[in-house]
């Protein structure tokens, strides 16, 4: 099931893009908001949003601002979840979607979380990928360590060895196939023909402006907003290095009607598309209207 390219304007003037996946034959349903990582763009759904669109839900799939197809924000310190969660709620007036299922995987799911403060109603329903109200220090460190950093990639083999280096212990089942549709998932190519990572470097400024404050979020108010309120469902790799055993334990407890998977020999984090996580995802939205 193929896409059409869906622009959208920010509140404050930029362009911005979504992959819009229509809904297949039947009733109509909930539609699904699908947001990316941190450093990552909407074709990191397209192996799950066609089936999800099949199931007969609507699924845009957002380049959140400086990342993929929208525009870079000339102020950096504008790469905060807030201001995503207004550019997704300016997403969803001009589509004229009043309430969806939001799909979050990493700062996706930050995102989610900012939703439901600044607009509850609008949160119909939300599946955490793989990220919780708190993080493991050594994940966020991890990532942090390579955002925004500048990559020598002068080809396609450079920009998947790349990948497999950064997120190898993720997923170490993958071979050079998987990287290379990781890189191509990942990079652009540039204008020169030279792969290039496919979001602003500037990305990384409010990070390194927080410090060590950016290390420990603490959102559990948001997080037992979103999930006592709604229906809720969360992803956790089995090796994820962000979203530690201990924290997920602490979720489940506050929120003891949320939904859980674990992912067998993943870390951070799921695809969605192997079978645990792709069967408790259909399981999950099968229950919504």
């Given at each position: ?7 959208w304007?920010s ?7 979504a992959?819009d996946?229509?809904?297949?034959p039947?009733r109509?349903?909930?539609p699904?908001?699908?947001i ?10 397209q192996?799950i ?5 099949q199931s007969g839900?609507r699924v845009l799939a ?13 102020d950096?310190m504008t790469?905060?979840p807030?201001?995503?969660?207004r ?22 799911g ?7 403060a ?42 998947a060895?790349?990948m497999?280096?950064?997120?190898g ?9 998987h990287?290379?549709?990781?890189a191509?998932?990942?990079f652009?190519?540039g204008?020169?023909?030279?792969p ?6 500037d990305?990384?400024?409010p990070i390194r ?6 290390l ?8 037992r907003r ?12 089995a090796t ?22 674990e992912?067998?020999g993943?870390g ?7 079978p645990?996580?792709r069967a408790?995802?259909?399981a ?6």
């Amino acid at each position: 099931m193929t896409y059409v390219d869906r622009p959208w304007t920010s509140p404050d003037g930029l362009s911005l893009y979504a992959r819009d996946y229509a809904p297949g034959p039947g009733r109509a349903r909930l539609p699904v908001i699908a947001i990316h990582g941190l450093t990552r763009n909407s074709a990191d759904f397209q192996a799950i949003a066609p089936l999800i669109a099949q199931s007969g839900r609507r699924v845009l799939a957002v380049d959140v601002r400086g990342r993929g197809r929208s525009d870079r924000a000339p102020d950096p310190m504008t790469y905060q979840p807030p201001v995503y969660a207004r550019d997704v709620l300016a997403l969803m007036q001009q589509t004229g979607t009043e309430r969806a299922v939001f799909l979050g995987t990493s700062m996706g799911g930050l995102i989610t979380m900012a939703l439901t403060a600044l607009r509850a109603r609008a949160v119909a329903a939300a599946v955490l990928n793989d990220i919780g109200p708190e993080v493991a220090r050594e994940g966020l460190a991890r990532i942090a360590a390579y955002s925004g950093k500048p990559v020598d990639t002068p080809d396609w083999t450079a920009a998947a060895a790349y990948m497999r280096e950064i997120n190898g212990v993720a997923f170490p089942h993958y071979d050079d196939a998987h990287w290379d549709a990781f890189a191509r998932r990942t990079f652009r190519e540039g204008p020169d023909g030279v792969p290039v990572l496919d979001y602003d470097p500037d990305i990384a400024v409010p990070i390194r402006a927080a410090g060590k404050r950016a290390l420990v979020p603490k959102l559990w108010p948001f997080f037992r907003r979103l999930a006592r309120g709604r229906p809720t469902l969360l992803v956790r790799g089995a090796t994820s290095d962000l979203l530690s055993a201990d924290i997920a334990a602490r979720m489940r407890r506050a929120a003891p009607q949320m939904g859980y998977v674990e992912v067998p020999g993943v870390g951070h984090a799921p695809m969605l598309d192997e079978p645990e996580a792709r069967a408790a995802l259909f399981a999950f939205l099968a229950d919504l209207p």
